[in-house]
DNA sequence: CGACTACTCAACAGTGTGTCGACAAACGGA
DNA sequence: TCCGTTTGTCGACACACTGTTGAGTAGTCG
């Protein structure tokens, strides 16, 4: 996912290309991704406009780089969780559902400039739709082991399930991000989710 | 929110107008919303580009005004809509989510590139939060008056509930229309949305 | 029929992107 | 140690799109 030179020559090189990084995330904490040209970017690293290009080919692709870095935390967190949903199936969605807050919430500037270049780049899209379904595939799986022990009713299909659960963890966590319009209060935000996630899979309706 | 001139003069005026309008939601249905400049809307408008700034300020606002109209068809929709929760809950919640997607599909082209444009435009972004806000306040009050009448059980602030199953509404729908990554099926996302509001509302969980 | 309003566009100015070609500096052999 | 290759650097250019200005034309109304 990141292109890297071999570490040689002049002052740096290598050193540039973190330095484009951390300028980029750094400027992403003040203002927005389209308000942030490649000439902030080369002269927050100390170069030239057309050295930016020496390192990466776009704007877009440094954002890449730092979304990358950002999922792979989430995986790193998420796989070193306890994992005991025969025990405790309520705290171990919730911890999950928690890695995610935590990870997100401290890269806000990255996960928010992710969640609108998702829209219009091919390439941040695909490694975002990529993470997304590991996540609803990882959901599902669990989901079904629930159903087939009988700690989870049948209901609608698991996998669609899954999806617009996480769809929806997404889109909150993004709305509680961005602090834009209806959110929910980022410190009742696990609170909620994890509520609607256990009756949706563990519940039933009255009818 | 639209703003009209006098009917009068040359060969339309006012049509121009519409005219404009109409080839943006054409040029949506074939490329994305960046990829459209405001020469390709003047030239499918018939006037030259220093033209178009006569009707709109912005390439955006004339997207803002293609929102504002499906977000008054899903107003309307939602208006004429039976509303009669205790005789038959489920059925009337799937109706209104049925709204939804039947208007946002049928305008899919405008949905999708407003959705994007939320991101970055001011209006537009204020515009959807206050519908997403009016949706979210009436279904809060609906969870209230269901929870008074002992048909849904107490649990997380009603408020809240009605943020996040908004938000997932939302969220679903999009990667419905856009064909996004993990996404539900179109014909299965009514069952699946509807599931999940009702065991959220009216389901318990058994611990 | 003259002034007024609605409307139109050629031409200009500005801003940001991406490329090209010349050049500098380290390194790795012969 | 010198010389070619790789790595890194940037001035200057071409381009695409946005937004503005100012001069004009065409209907319409007193």
Redesign the interface.
Known sequence: MAHRRSRTARLSGDDRQLALLATAEKLLGER?F?DISIEDLAAGAGISRPTFYFYFSSKDEVLLALLDTVIAEVRHRVAALPRDFELEP?ATWRRSIEAFIEVFSAHRAVSNAA??AR??NADV?AL???S??SW?DYSTEIILAERARGAAPD???AH??A??????N???LS?SLSG??????QA?SL???S??W???I??????
Do not use: C, F, K
Not at 163 to 168: E, F, G, H, P, S
Not at 180 to 185: K, T
């Open positions: 927005s389209d309520a969640m609108t829209m219009r899209h975002w739709a990529t997304m379904q609803a209901g609608i299909d669609d399930l999806v617009a659960l996480n769809l929806m997404e889109r909150v709305a834009d319009a209806p959110r929910i209060d009742r609170d909620v989710l509520s609607i256990l009756r949706s563990y519940g039933t309706t009255p009818d």
